[in-house]
């Protein structure tokens, strides 16, 4: 396959050399299609070898080719897309600068993926995502520890304290459905506040088993489908988070920007699609984490938490001031999240290890879960963590406006999100 690959790449670059009769000739767009074409189908491939590599799909049916054998490796995935990169040149469009950058981290996943044991945790969130390694400073994480064994009433460790608080906030079955619709709708009311968006968007809300969490996909045109496990929103507080995480101003409304940011024209055909390990993807991981803190202040979300949501659960509003309390220090805390994972899988901590300092240090309720996400998408988890630190650092100092607006002109041109931040 490879050599019937490199000879199909030698007669195409030379037919469009030469502009020969026989071969037909190509534009310079017919020829961009036709290699964003074959990048697709090399990252179809990879998701064939490696279900969920592709996170984003919502180009033509008939590209989708997910659901059938691969009869490539990774290996030679990363060489054919090597062979790609070299075929589009150095002369390059803007679009072609974007093309070549997608083959290229197409490239480095696929070589991850073939020999993952040759890269440690950190150079992996540098290599794949763009996320320098950062770990915040241990005296700020204990500070904050050392703040919520304060405020938390009761006895025994922080993490005992913790859990009797999680079980009061926990949302009766027969009410979740009702707590996190309304939860999206105000969160959609604020984003349509800050944000114009168009007036056929929509998500589809679909209650499920089949996925752990919540599931988001895109099917474009403004258009997305949520598939939700009732099971993972079992608190208020996850409900809200989960609530503008998935849909506004999260990833509904980020696949929507960009859309949007392509103006009158439409997409290119690459752009129908988003790998997993990609810088991109680490953006919008970690703008989703900050979706819930840019439609809410801490103290609009303490009112709309207190007068709607804990009514709508049937719990007491009490508990909202204390989450109110303790929110800021919690976010703390969870920075010793990707320190743990780190050395956990760079194999500096046992599982036992890893598993009591999530649950003590970092204060993580399902540690286990946790482990298994993290071993799902690896160093992208720096996304969920020291990004997101990183773009809430960067919008600290705008007006809430002014926040709002820079967020969406990074959203509709997320692969150069730092040069508009």
């Known amino acids: 396959m490879k050599g019937r690959f490199l000879f199909v790449r030698f007669l195409t ?23 964003a074409s074959a990048y697709i189908e090399l990252s179809m491939h990879l998701d064939r070898l490696r279900p969920g590599e592709v996170d984003a799909w919502f180009g033509p049916e008939r590209l989708d080719s997910r659901g059938t054998a691969s009869e490539r490796s990774f290996k030679l995935i990363a060489e ?32 991850y993926l073939a020999a993952p044991k040759t890269m440690s945790f950190a150079e992996q969130t540098t290599a794949l995502y763009d996320v320098p390694w950062n770990e915040a400073p241990r005296s700020l994480i204990d500070a904050s520890l050392a703040e919520i064994r304060v405020l938390l009433p009761g006895r025994g460790s922080v993490r005992a304290r913790m859990a009797l608080l999680r079980r009061r906030l926990v949302i009766p079955a027969e009410r979740r459905q009702t707590v ?34 919540a599931w988001h996909r895109f099917d474009g045109k403004a258009q997305s489908t949520l598939l939700v496990n009732p099971l993972a929103i079992s608190t ?9 995480h998935e849909t506004y101003p999260g990833h509904h ?18 752009d129908h699609l988003v790998l997993l390990r990609s810088p991109v993807t680490a953006f919008r991981e970690a703008a989703a984490m900050n979706a819930v803190d840019l439609a809410f202040s801490p103290r ?107 967020l969406r002109s990074a959203l509709e041109n997320p692969g150069h999100w730092r040069n508009i931040l």
Do not use: M
């Open 13 to 35: 670059a030379f037919c469009g050399i030469l502009f020969l009769n026989a071969c037909g000739g190509e534009s310079p767009d017919e020829r961009l299609d036709r290699i």
């Open 80 to 111: 054919d897309a090597a062979a790609l990169s070299e075929e589009l040149g150095s002369e390059l469009s803007e679009r072609g600068a974007r093309l070549e950058q997608r083959i290229g981290e197409l490239k480095s996943a696929a070589a």
């Open 180 to 213: 996190f619709q309304a939860a999206i709708d105000e969160c959609r009311r604020r984003t349509l506040a800050n944000w114009e968006l168009p007036e056929n968007e929509s998500i589809e809300l679909v209650w499920t088993r089949d996925v752990d969490a």
């Open 236 to 244: 208020v507080d996850q409900s809200l988070d989960l609530a503008c």
């Open 253 to 270: 409304a980020q696949f929507v920007l960009f859309e949007l940011g392509a103006g009158d024209a439409d997409l290119a055909l690459e």
């Open 300 to 406: 609009e979300r303490l009112q709309f938490e207190r007068e709607v949501l804990f009514p709508l659960a049937g719990l007491k509003p009490e508990d909202a001031d204390l989450l109110y309390r303790i929110r800021p220090h919690l976010k703390q805390v969870a920075l010793a999240i990707p320190v743990i994972i780190k050395e956990h899988e760079d194999r500096e901590l046992s599982d036992a290890e890893a598993l009591n300092r999530l649950q003590n240090e970092a204060l993580v309720a399902s540690p286990r879960a946790l482990f298994a996400f993290a071993h799902e998408i690896g160093a992208l988890l720096a996304g969920y963590t020291i990004l997101n630190a990183e773009l809430a650092s960067r919008l600290e100092d705008s007006t809430t406006s002014e926040a709002w607006a820079r």
